[in-house]
Nanobody, 119 residues
Framework: QVKLVESGGGLVQSGGALRLSCASS????????MSWYRQAPGQQRELVAT???????KYVDSVKGRFTISGDNVKKTTSLQMNDLKPEDTAVYYC?????????????WGQGTQVTVSS
């Protein structure tokens, strides 16, 4: 079973920066895409950024120009550099990994890390 562990969350003032990291363990070789999602209280979980095994990245419009996702395709780790943070970025951030092997696919979630941005 793959395990994803996030770190780096915390409390920061508006305009500040945080860096989230996600480490994976277990049978990680089949992971091809890693992403960051977030969920604010009372809201649905939303995709923030994703990076695939070719290094192609995608971002939700609200974080473009402020957040940068990176990853190590061998170690199957990912980081999310978050700059110019805003109160609306406050949420629990989750690491997510998609895998595929021999016609079978699935995904894994981390436990989440809280990011709080004060105004």
């Amino acid at each position: 079973q793959v395990k994803l562990v996030e770190s780096g969350g915390g409390l920061v003032q508006s305009g500040g920066a945080l860096r989230l990291s996600c480490a994976s363990s277990g049978p990680i070789r089949s992971i091809h895409t890693m992403s960051w999602y977030r969920q604010a209280p009372g809201q649905q979980r939303e995709l923030v950024a994703t990076i695939d095994s070719d290094g192609i990245t995608k971002y939700v419009d609200s974080v473009k120009g402020r957040f940068t996702i990176s990853g190590d395709n061998v170690k199957k780790t990912t980081s999310l550099q978050m700059n110019d943070l805003k109160p609306e970025d406050t949420a629990v951030y989750y690491c997510h990994a998609e895998w595929a092997n021999r016609g079978i696919a699935g995904d894994y979630w981390g436990q989440g890390t809280q990011v709080t941005v004060s105004s």
